[in-house]
Structure formats: structure tokens, C-alpha cells
């Protein structure tokens, strides 16, 4: 009789931490990046009343006789379920298509999230402003390169501060050297170029017609005192019988310029867009990839998670890149409250990488990814519990009216 007892006690228990884990779902429904959890059951040690016996002579073998002892909570399993993704407009907003996870750390520990509402912090570290722990990934080094072979490290992206300028290394020139007989005087074209601190100097590119389809030219500074300009060793260019540059001299070799107070610029010339022509001499510099000092005005991420910069001088470049984790089995995952999850033992270690790779999933920008909870799930499961709650109170009453029965045969 007692065994009844027990066993819907077991159920009513079991029911209970089923519905606070529904409960438990539903309250985060509107929580971002939040995995739903479900409870699986498994029954009890069950009683042998009778043992099995195997067949003897002509008569069949019989079965066993159990009584089982009631129902206990086998597991609590989280759903790695991809969430809805939420269009939110905010450029540090990031949410993950696939099944990786944000690298977290706050000086002392790392862990990992589903939730990229980011922002900026006072130190521009791109942060979850609700915990302070800050976004980890690979900074560029001062040319943009990222390496994301180093340890990772917090994410700044340092707006309205950072001040950047970039040497001359490249002059490209456009436009006509005049076929004109005989040759005219030279021409002479004035070009822009910047040292390492972002300074500009004035040159003169003189182009001389030396022969038929010949023409020497030289760099001279325009500065007083002139700065020194060292040429290569071949300063010639040359024209086919179309007008166009033949493709040997159609690069320079590389010019040096000492600058004082600052590196020196070495940059080459590049003509494959002149011609030798009819008409008047109209070459000109149409592009050189120096700038002055600019600072970041702003920024966009990838979905690779490389963030990249604006400055105001027009230079575009790379920040750095986001670290995405990934976790042979999420589910053993521990929730660790802030919509963060740690390592267990039977979760693997993280394997930290690029977006785009190795499973990791990747990044959408402006967007946040919604609970995965379903609640229409929710409340169905939440009405068969009520009822299986129900069922297990109903059982315990029974057995409580047979003991009662039971009792009353003394009378």
C-alpha cells in the first residue's frame, strides 16, 4: 500500500521541477539569445515480486513480476535551437546565424554568450553594458593587418580618438605626352605626396621627350630649401607605335625622398594609363595613396566579424575581428545567469576562431537573436503537467482512503 504512496509523491515532485522549468522558460521568452530547457523522466528502481522462469518441459516460461517505485527527473536539457533573428538598427548590435558564441571576459575569467547587445564603453571597448564584460577578438596591427593566430584580447574601437595617416607608396598618372613634330618643350606635372607623419610635399614630375616615342622624366621637390630625391636607376618610358606605354616602363623604379623629422617616402611611378598621341600634353596625377592625418569617425562589422573603420581623411581599414567560440557539445553547457554560459567537463574546450569557420556560424549585424522558447510548447506542456500533477494528488488520496479502509477493520 505504501509503495503507491510513494510512488505518486515521487511523480508530484517530479512534476513540480518540470513546471519550474516551463515557468522558468516562459519568464525569458523576451530575454535575448536565451536557450528554453526541457525535463526528461525516467522511471524508478522497480520491486521484483516475482522472477522470471524459463521454459521446462511443455510448459512456457513465465514473466517477471515488478512493481515500480515511481518516476524521477532523468535530465534538464538545454535546446541549442537557432532563435529568431530581431532586426534592431544599431551597428553594435550582433547576433549569430549558426552555433557559435561570443568570447566574454572580464579581467579574470572568460566565458560565453548568445547575446550581442553591445555598446561602447567609456574606455570605447565594445562591452555588454548591463555586465561590463568585454567583447574579445584579434586588433590590428598600425598597417590593418589582423593575426588571429595570437591569444585573443578586448575588442576597442576608439571613435573620434584614433589618428591615423598613410606614406605615399603609390603615384598613378593619366592624360597624353603630345606625338607633336618636332618636339615641344617638356611638361611638367605637380604632384601631392605625404610623409609618414601625414605631411604634404609639392613635387614636379618633368617629362622630356628624348626620341621617337622616347621620354625621360624626372622628381624634383618644389620646397625651399628643395628636399632630396634620389631616382632609380631607369627613368625612361616608352611609347609603341599605337601611343601606348609599353608594358617594361610602364612602373618606375622607386623615388626616395629624404623628409627631415620624418621616415623617407619611397614610392613609384605608374603610367599604364598614358598614351603618346595627337594633341596637347595633358598627363596628370589622377590618384596617389598617401593621406594626412584622420581621425575614426566610424565603424561597420562583417559578418566575418572584421571591424572596419572610417576616418575622416577617407582612409578606410580594418580595426580588428571578432572571436567566436565553439563547443563540441553546447547542451552540457553551464548557465551561469546574464545570459552567460561556462565550460564543463563534458561540454569540450571552447575552440576560438573567425566567424565563417570551423562551425562557428556567422555574424549578422544590427540584429539580435531572439529567445527560442515557443509558447505555444510552453503552455500545452505546462496543461499536461498540471493535469499529470493532478493525477499523482488523485493517487495519493486513493491510497490514503484505502489506508484509511484498512484501519477501520478493527471496528
Known amino acids: 500500500m505504501l509503495r503507491s504512496l510513494f510512488s505518486a509523491i515521487s511523480g508530484m515532485r517530479s512534476k513540480q521541477t518540470k513546471l519550474d522549468v516551463i515557468a522558468n522558460n516562459i519568464s525569458n521568452v523576451n530575454t535575448t539569445g536565451f536557450k528554453g530547457s526541457r525535463v526528461r523522466f525516467h522511471d524508478m528502481l522497480s520491486q521484483t515480486i516475482r522472477s522470471a522462469s524459463a521454459p521446462v518441459g511443455g510448459r512456457a516460461g513465465t514473466n517477471p513480476a515488478q512493481v515500480g517505485l515511481g518516476v524521477a527527473v532523468g535530465g534538464i536539457d538545454t535546446s541549442h535551437i537557432q532563435g529568431a533573428l530581431q532586426a534592431t538598427g544599431r551597428i553594435s548590435d550582433l547576433a549569430i546565424q549558426g552555433s557559435g558564441f561570443f568570447v566574454m571576459a572580464d579581467g579574470r575569467r572568460t566565458i560565453f554568450t548568445r547575446d550581442g547587445a553591445f555598446s561602447l564603453s567609456l574606455a570605447r571597448e565594445l562591452v555588454n553594458s548591463a555586465t561590463g564584460f568585454r567583447v574579445q577578438g584579434w586588433m590590428a596591427d598600425a598597417v590593418g593587418n589582423i593575426s588571429t593566430a595570437a591569444p585573443p584580447t578586448a575588442m576597442q574601437i576608439p571613435l573620434g580618438e584614433s589618428v591615423i595617416t598613410q606614406p605615399t607608396t603609390r603615384v598613378e598618372f593619366s592624360g597624353n605626352l603630345t606625338n607633336s613634330v618636332p618636339p615641344v618643350p617638356p611638361h611638367v606635372s605637380t604632384v601631392t605626396v605625404f610623409d609618414s607623419k601625414g605631411e604634404a610635399h609639392q613635387l614636379n614630375v618633368t617629362f ?34 599605337s601611343g601606348a606605354v609599353t608594358p617594361a616602363t610602364a612602373t618606375s623604379g622607386t623615388f626616395t625622398v629624404v623628409v627631415p623629422g620624418a621616415a623617407n617616402i619611397a614610392f613609384r611611378l605608374h603610367f599604364g594609363s598614358m598614351t603618346q598621341v595627337a594633341g596637347a600634353s595633358s598627363a596628370v596625377m589622377r590618384f596617389q595613396d598617401g593621406y594626412a592625418p584622420g581621425e575614426l569617425l566610424s565603424f561597420i562589422i562583417g559578418r566575418g566579424g572584421v571591424i572596419t573603420g572610417t576616418y575622416s581623411n577617407g582612409l578606410v581599414r580594418d580595426i580588428g575581428q571578432v572571436a567566436l567560440a565553439y563547443f563540441g557539445n553546447p547542451e552540457a553547457l553551464l548557465k551561469e545567469g546574464g545570459n552567460f554560459y561556462s565550460v564543463s567537463p563534458n561540454s569540450g574546450e571552447p575552440l576560438v576562431g573567425v566567424a565563417g569557420a570551423g562551425g562557428r556560424g556567422s555574424i549578422e549585424v544590427g540584429m539580435l537573436e531572439m529567445s527560442n522558447v515557443d509558447l505555444a510548447t510552453e503552455f500545452t506542456e505546462m496543461i499536461s503537467t498540471n493535469r499529470a500533477f493532478q493525477a499523482n494528488a488523485r493517487t495519493v488520496s486513493t491510497s490514503d482512503e484505502m489506508l484509511q479502509e484498512l484501519i477501520q477493520l478493527k471496528r
Open 208 to 241: 622630356t621627350r628624348s626620341a621617337m616615342n622616347t621620354w625621360s622624366y624626372a622628381v624634383t621637390s618644389t620646397a625651399t630649401p628643395p628636399l632630396s630625391v634620389t631616382p632609380p636607376a631607369a627613368t625612361t618610358l616608352s611609347f609603341d607605335t
